[in-house]
């Protein structure tokens, strides 16, 4: 994945990283975000119906090995996983395709996003940051919601702790363009629904939860049997929205089924790999494109930034 030679957007992404610093402190080795996190491996299945959309090489074969990793919100190496601020929690898949060939899916169980751009993504970070020591209100932000109702439906939106990382729903956010065999394309935002279903706990029940509740309990759930997920592309209809993530589709469009992802074991030497893995929310392969949306090619160099920065940490 290239970084790009964008001058302006590097620098937007250096001062995102510097901003992800500043709230949750320095932690060599790790993400500045979505720190906390385990990987598990497995396969991706399609459905027959996945080609009508995309030609893309994990959707026309039988079976594509996979490699996905759950997190939780914020840099905090060690949050909590029944802390308020560890929801949305986080999904990543790699596809592997061929030897140094992949794409990626990264999702979070909240539908939507706080910013349309990085620039306001980042307004919003140092709002959060100097309110730490405010000591009269509006503080900055309280501010910055009170004049971003996207950023505001975003943080009221509900962020229920599930009792399981396989137990959780994981929004695309970000619309990408597929394109089949014979050309056709549209726009569509993945879904990825756990197959046991959604489960929440209450507040007095995740009170009561150990902090290494999710990662414990998705070691177990692994060691028993098989943890499936199925990815469905929320599909456009003209005149929709294709380049906002804080705008939503309406709930009765068209859900195309893509496949199943069905996990089977956790990744020997979790830590080194995890700070090895770099995701690419830009998809780069031949019949998904991405969407004009302005997060995408900001995040994609956002993360390979960083990731080579955590690949060369040494851990204090
Ligand atoms: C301007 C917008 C965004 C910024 C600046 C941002 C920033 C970051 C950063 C710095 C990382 C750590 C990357 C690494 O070190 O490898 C990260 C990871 C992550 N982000 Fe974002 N993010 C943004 C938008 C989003 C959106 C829209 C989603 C939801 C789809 C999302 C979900 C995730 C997830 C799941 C991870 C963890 C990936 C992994 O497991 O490696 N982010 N983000």
Redesign the pocket.
């Known amino acids: 994945m290239p970084l790009p030679s964008d001058e302006r957007l590097i620098a937007l992404?250096n001062d995102?990283?510097q901003q992800?610093e500043t709230i949750f402190g320095q932690h060599p080795g790790?993400?500045?975000?979505?720190?906390k996190?385990t990987l598990l491996t497995g396969t991706f299945t399609p459905t027959p119906s996945a080609t009508t959309l995309s030609r893309a090489s994990h959707l026309t074969r039988s079976s594509t090995p996979v490699t996905v990793?759950?997190?939780n919100s914020t840099?905090l190496p060690l949050i909590p996983d029944n802390d308020p601020n560890a929801s949305?929690?986080?999904?990543?898949i790699r596809f592997h395709l061929a030897e140094h060939s992949h794409t990626d899916i990264?999702?979070?169980s909240?539908d939507g996003?706080p910013?349309h751009?990085?620039q306001e993504?980042?307004e919003f970070?140092r709002a959060i940051a100097a309110s730490a020591s405010a000591t009269s209100h509006p503080t900055p932000v309280e501010a910055y919601l009170g004049s971003h109702p996207a950023a505001l439906a975003f943080v009221q939106a509900a962020k229920p702790n599930p009792s399981s990382f396989a137990r959780e729903s994981?929004?695309?956010?970000?619309a990408m363009r597929f394109i089949n065999k014979d050309g056709a394309s549209c726009y569509g935002r993945y879904r990825i629904l756990p197959e046991a279903g959604n489960d929440f706990l209450d507040e007095a029940a995740a009170a009561k939860k150990t902090p290494n509740y999710l990662f414990d309990e998705i070691a177990e759930r692994i060691a028993k049997g098989p943890i499936k997920f199925r990815i469905l592309a929320q599909l456009a209809d003209d005149g929709d929205v294709v380049d906002d993530?804080t705008i939503h589709w309406p709930e009765d469009r068209t859900q195309l089924e893509l496949g199943t992802i069905t996990l089977t074991q956790p990744v020997a030497d979790n830590a080194h790999e995890?700070k090895q893995?770099?995701?690419d929310?830009i998809p780069r392969v031949d019949g998904i494109e991405p969407s004009d949306d302005p997060?995408l090619e900001?995040?994609a160099a956002?993360?390979?930034i960083?990731?080579r920065?955590?690949r060369s940490a040494h851990e204090q």
């Open positions: 992404s995102l990283l992800f790790f993400r500045p975000a979505h720190a996190g990793r759950f997190s840099g949305p929690r986080g999904i990543a990264i999702g979070h909240t996003f910013t751009t990085g993504f980042l970070l994981y929004f695309g956010v970000t993530a995890q893995i770099i995701f929310p997060l900001l995040r956002v993360y390979l960083s990731g920065r955590r």
